[in-house]
């Protein structure tokens, strides 16, 4: 493939309820979504997970849109390119930012999978016809709505619920969950609120028989997650601080983490996600796909890279109906009890609905 012309949409979408998480709230979604178009004419499609503020890693929309446009896209046009693997090579030179590599990848990747008619999901190696997921529910403003929040997506079929915690608002929540629903898969993510000498507090959690707590430390370590992980029998599962398959092997190898959250965007693309998933494979580490408040490509791209083996846990990619009205894909991603069906049409498997896209586009800029 050659691809010969790129279109950067900066899209705005409404979320039906605000997202809290321990850096900060989200009221509604600002994201890249990248049109890439071959020589032959084939369009594929990619989302920048980055967000509009750097709380969660350093991306945000703009720097995204000006590595895109000063770096990456004059990497890729007019190139030939036989595979998608090779994109994370041409890209080799330019450091981190990994977004705004992955949104250019994936829509490369969906290009690929049209071209040798094939689905996402089996273009990565994927077999799953359907994907267990779960959801993942903000910091409220009681235990009581909380309660109820919960309730609402057992009641849906969610085949775990991941909640956020940060001091103040942790081992009381979970102490109170596990006792209003004791047989339902319960984990916490704190991205990265507490501190090593946050030990004695965090042991409290492992009365809880949690599946695991996402990213207690800090978003760049894996030194102290190491020793925490001697002190605690929960599982620890890193999010934020892996970045890369060197990374995913270094946290193993210390002990630092028992499980991976594999998001796509975080590690650079799809091509660098299969390579952690098989290491991790090799050495029984379960991972799960985790979610960046993604439209529906974005959705898509994760529905596909789930369908790999050692995607062993449900993941973050609940319906579209989760934080949007109308999502920009059609059929939109929908979960029943649970489980999301894998698309089986070429490419990311879903329509984008350019109407869609175009009342939720702020700016637009074109390259050729
Ligand atoms: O840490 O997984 C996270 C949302 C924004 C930033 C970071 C995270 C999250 C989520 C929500 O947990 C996942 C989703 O529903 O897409
Ligand atoms: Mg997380």
Redesign the pocket.
């Known amino acids: 493939m050659k691809i010969e012309h790129i279109v950067i949409r900066h899209l705005e979408m409404d979320m039906k309820a605000p997202?809290t998480?321990s850096f900060g709230t989200?009221d509604k979604k600002e994201f890249l979504l990248l049109e890439a178009i071959d020589a032959d004419g084939t369009i594929g499609w990619g989302e920048s997970v980055a967000f509009n503020v750097p709380f969660?890693s350093e991306e945000t929309v703009k720097t995204n849109w000006h590595m895109l446009e000063d770096f990456l896209i004059p990497l890729i046009l007019h190139k030939e390119i036989i595979h998608p693997s090779e994109v994370n090579e041409i890209f080799s030179a330019i450091r981190k930012n990994n977004m705004a590599k992955s949104a250019l990848e994936g829509a490369i990747w969906d290009i690929y999978s049209q071209q040798t008619n094939q689905s996402l999901a089996h273009a990565l190696g994927g077999t799953r016809k359907n994907i267990d997921v779960g959801?993942?529910i903000g910091i409220q403003n009681s235990i009581e709505e909380l309660v109820d929040i919960v309730a609402g997506f057992v009641k849906e079929g969610y085949k775990r619920i991941?909640v956020?915690i940060k001091p103040d608002w942790d081992v009381e929540v979970m102490r109170t969950l596990r006792k209003t629903f004791p047989d339902v898969a319960i984990m916490a993510?704190a991205?990265s609120a507490y501190r090593l000498a946050d030990t004695e507090l965090l042991k409290q959690l492992d009365d809880f028989d949690l599946m695991m707590i996402?990213?207690p430390l800090a978003s760049d370590d894996i030194i102290d997650h190491a020793q925490l992980q001697q002190e605690l029998a929960t599982p620890i599962c890193l999010?934020e601080s892996i970045h890369s398959l060197e990374d995913a092997r270094k946290a193993v190898e210390l002990g630092s983490t028992k499980i991976i959250?594999i998001k796509i965007g975080r590690v650079g693309g799809l091509t660098e996600a299969v390579k952690i998933h098989d290491y991790c494979k090799e050495n029984n580490i379960p991972v799960w796909c985790?979610?960046?408040?993604?439209s529906g490509v974005g959705r898509a791209h994760n529905v596909a890279l789930t369908t790999l083996e050692n995607f062993t846990l449900p993941g973050?990619t609940?319906s579209s109906s989760?934080y949007f009205e109308k999502d920009i894909i059609e059929p939109e991603v929908i979960a029943e009890n649970g489980s999301i069906e894998v698309p089986e049409t070429a490419g990311i498997g879903y329509t984008v609905n350019r109407d869609t896209v175009e009342s939720y586009t702020v700016a637009k800029k074109e390259y050729k």
């Open positions: 997202f998480t989200f969660y959801i993942s991941k956020k993510d991205n996402e990213q999010d959250n985790g979610g960046m408040l993604e973050d609940a989760r």
